[in-house]
């Protein structure tokens, strides 16, 4: 059956606090209000003492999420725009992410936050940054940005059984996106990723929003184009992402994240690293704050022309 990306992600909720006792949720207006976006939706007149409302203070609520994780709870925190994460940074980089280490493996924070994150609804410059390039460089958080539905449901599912903090980036342009999703529980795994589109004669690594991007230039291209999805940023799962380049000898990385210092240079450097000799190109997002302006907005992150255009450099200069 098809769902959205947000029905997905309710519908995964709602069977964690089923199937899983030490699991809840927390978060400002995830209660009656259903969540910034509506992915809690319904699910506090079922669960009405796992489903909590907090004040609005990103660093105390993601502070209550860490201690209740060492406390043996599975928190699933939801921070409404993934701009809002720059409050709670302390707590995930200096605490939630570093306590498996500091204690020498004795305790972990099985602790999931979910974030809204990315440009394309015209909500501006404090509320449509990608921060998955910031976040991927801490040791010890697991990092992803699911691309649609159906991957949607199944890395919160493997994250809220995981062991370790888990930062989950949802692209809030994908949002109202359907993908087939199956009714049962199950899992995609972390730290995998999956090839969207096969093709020959290049490789598209594209990230969160980027992959359905992709998928309509392909459409568009006149050549065989492969499309891989890292799906988990950190850990990367290098070995698929060279095997496909290697395949094809050309490869286009697609970020909305700004491409100064981004998770695009680092799939770059691990490519190399892992032997890849072809031609490589990024496109990622201008290094400017996102505009309010659509018109602005909408040129900010690659675009089909860029795309295209860069496919050509990268056929033609053989």
Same mark, same amino acid.
């Given at each position: ?18 199937? /899983? ?42 502070? #209550?999420?860490? =201690? ?13 725009? +993934? ?10 980089? !200096? ?7 500091? +204690? ?19 909500? +501006?410059?404090?509320?449509?940054? +990608?921060?998955? !390039? ?5 040791? =010890? ?71 359905? #991007? ?16 890292? /799906? ?29 210092? =981004? ?8 490519? /190399? ?33 860029? /795309? ?11």
């Amino acid at each position: 059956m098809n769902k959205t990306y947000l029905q997905a992600l309710n519908e995964g909720l709602r069977q964690l606090l089923t199937t /899983i006792p030490e699991a809840y949720i927390l978060g400002e207006d995830v209660g009656t209000y259903g969540g910034g976006f509506g992915v809690t939706k319904g699910l506090v007149a079922d669960f009405p003492d796992r489903v909590l409302d907090t004040p609005i203070s990103e660093a105390a609520i993601t502070g #209550v999420a860490t =201690g209740s994780a060492l406390l043996g709870k599975r928190p699933i925190l939801e921070i409404q725009f +993934s701009d809002f994460l720059t409050v709670a940074i302390d707590q995930i980089v !200096n605490e939630a992410a570093k306590i498996h280490f500091l +204690s020498n493996g004795q305790q972990s924070v099985p602790m999931v936050i979910r974030a809204a994150s990315g440009s394309g609804t015209g909500a +501006s410059a404090q509320h449509s940054q +990608s921060f998955e !390039n910031w976040f991927s460089h801490v040791p =010890g958080l697991i990092v992803a940005m699911p691309a649609n539905a159906y991957d949607a449901k199944g890395i919160l599912v493997s994250a809220v059984r995981n062991n370790n903090p888990v930062l989950i980036f949802e692209p809030k342009s994908l949002y109202k996106t359907s993908a087939h999703v199956p009714d049962e529980l199950y899992e995609v795994p972390l730290g995998q990723a999956k090839t969207v589109v096969s093709g020959d004669d290049l490789t598209i690594i594209a990230v969160g929003r980027m992959v359905e #991007v992709a998928k309509t230039v392909v459409e568009k291209a006149s050549c065989s184009i492969e499309i891989v999805d890292p /799906i988990t940023i950190s850990p990367l799962d290098i070995d698929t992402l060279a095997s496909s380049a290697k395949k094809t000898g050309r490869v286009l990385i697609l970020t909305e994240a700004t491409k100064q210092s =981004g998770i695009s240079a680092e799939i770059l450097a691990q490519l /190399i690293e892992a032997g890849f000799s072809g031609k490589i190109k990024r496109l990622g997002g201008k290094f400017m704050p996102i505009s309010a302006a659509k018109s602005v907005e909408l040129g900010q992150v690659p675009t089909e022309i860029e /795309i295209l255009e860069a496919i050509d450099t990268l056929l033609r200069d053989d």
